[in-house]
């Protein structure tokens, strides 16, 4: 597979059967949205869980030294909270030069935050997109140590700016919605420990 999936996914799934079209965003797209939205909803997807497995080369790294980001690793009854947003069909033309690097759009169901639903409402699931670097893009790096990831990311940078950086803009937005994740949350843990050295 190429390092760049932009054109893959022009071609992958057509969007044209979506009278609405939702992107649920887990790492940077929580936090950095340089596209128009129409709706946003805190809301999340079942069975996959964020790891930050994905190398960039083109964000937080450069391809002689790749930094570290997220993507989804498919797990059991595990859940992701992310946040949603409801776009319009010319967005995808930014979306998919942006998530190049390795990711592929995929439909999901996206279950939309339920702490404000009342008795007699029913659950809110609609079908949309997510973009995920799965174990056969080029860029994919895979499993290591959060104290190895970590020491990864203290060194990289890249033309989106310092590969921590993403992680404490995640953080600081997991913190904000509300959520918990322990995996970014020891990354985080061990760039402030390396960050006293
Ligand atoms: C996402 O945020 O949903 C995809 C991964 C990223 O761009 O960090």
Same mark, same amino acid.
């Given at each position: 597979m190429s390092f760049d999936t932009s054109q893959e996914n022009k071609s992958r799934l057509s969007l044209h059967s979506y009278d609405e079209?939702?992107?649920f965003g887990y790492g940077s797209l929580i936090y950095k949205v340089d596209f128009p939205i129409l709706d946003r909803k805190p809301a999340s997807i079942k069975g996959w869980q964020r790891r930050f497995w994905q190398g960039s080369h083109d964000h937080r790294g450069t391809p002689e030294s790749p930094g570290r980001v997220l993507t989804l690793i498919e797990e059991g009854d595990s859940e992701c909270a992310g946040v949603a947003y409801r776009v319009s069909h010319? @967005? =995808?033309?930014h979306l998919d030069y942006r998530e190049k690097n390795g990711y592929l759009r995929h439909e999901i169901d996206i279950h =939309?935050?339920?702490s404000n639903l009342g008795d007699?409402?029913?659950p809110e699931i609609k079908a949309g997109m997510v973009y995920i670097g799965f174990d056969n893009n080029a860029a994919y790096l895979g499993p290591a140590s959060e104290q190895?990831?970590?020491q990864q990311i203290h060194h990289s940078i890249g033309p989106s700016g310092r590969n921590d950086d993403y992680v404490f803009q995640l953080v600081d937005s997991l913190r904000a919605l509300g959520d918990v994740d322990?995996? @970014? =949350?020891?990354?985080e843990f061990w760039l402030?420990?390396?960050a006293k050295k």
């Amino acid at each position: 597979m190429s390092f760049d999936t932009s054109q893959e996914n022009k071609s992958r799934l057509s969007l044209h059967s979506y009278d609405e079209i939702w992107i649920f965003g887990y790492g940077s797209l929580i936090y950095k949205v340089d596209f128009p939205i129409l709706d946003r909803k805190p809301a999340s997807i079942k069975g996959w869980q964020r790891r930050f497995w994905q190398g960039s080369h083109d964000h937080r790294g450069t391809p002689e030294s790749p930094g570290r980001v997220l993507t989804l690793i498919e797990e059991g009854d595990s859940e992701c909270a992310g946040v949603a947003y409801r776009v319009s069909h010319d @967005v =995808f033309e930014h979306l998919d030069y942006r998530e190049k690097n390795g990711y592929l759009r995929h439909e999901i169901d996206i279950h =939309f935050d339920q702490s404000n639903l009342g008795d007699l409402e029913e659950p809110e699931i609609k079908a949309g997109m997510v973009y995920i670097g799965f174990d056969n893009n080029a860029a994919y790096l895979g499993p290591a140590s959060e104290q190895e990831i970590a020491q990864q990311i203290h060194h990289s940078i890249g033309p989106s700016g310092r590969n921590d950086d993403y992680v404490f803009q995640l953080v600081d937005s997991l913190r904000a919605l509300g959520d918990v994740d322990e995996h @970014v =949350f020891a990354i985080e843990f061990w760039l402030k420990e390396l960050a006293k050295k």
